[in-house]
């Protein structure tokens, strides 16, 4: 079992920036992807960013060269760096991970809002 715990969001104007962690506890040594997804109202969730546990990444194409994700293996912690926040932004973020078993997790999630 493992359990995620989100940080880091809150509100902010457009232009700004805003850093989401995501700690695991629990069995992390079974940990392979981590990754952001998010959920605007009224729609699906979707993919935001996705590392591998050798370093590799991922990006939708409406976050890159905006968000950068990283992860620091030692403290079973993902980050998802968000800078020129738009209003389309807007969402609550969830932490997910997936293990060497094919398990998907999820945090509890996290809302960010972007004010214009």
């Known amino acids: 079992q493992v359990h995620l715990v989100e940080s880091g969001g809150g509100l902010v104007q457009a232009g700004g920036s805003l850093r989401l962690s995501c700690a695991a506890s629990g069995s992390v040594f079974s940990i392979n992807n981590m990754g952001w997804y998010r959920q605007a109202p009224g729609k699906q969730r979707e993919l935001v960013a996705e590392?591998?546990?050798?370093?590799?990444?991922n990006y939708r194409d409406f976050v890159k060269g905006r968000f950068t994700i990283s992860r620091d293996n030692a403290k079973n912690t993902v980050y998802l760096q968000m800078n020129s926040l738009k209003p389309e932004d807007t969402a609550v973020y969830y932490c997910t991970l997936v293990t060497i078993s094919h398990y998907r997790y999820w945090g509890q999630g996290t809302q960010v809002t972007v004010s214009s």
């Open positions: 590392i591998t546990s050798g370093g590799s990444t």
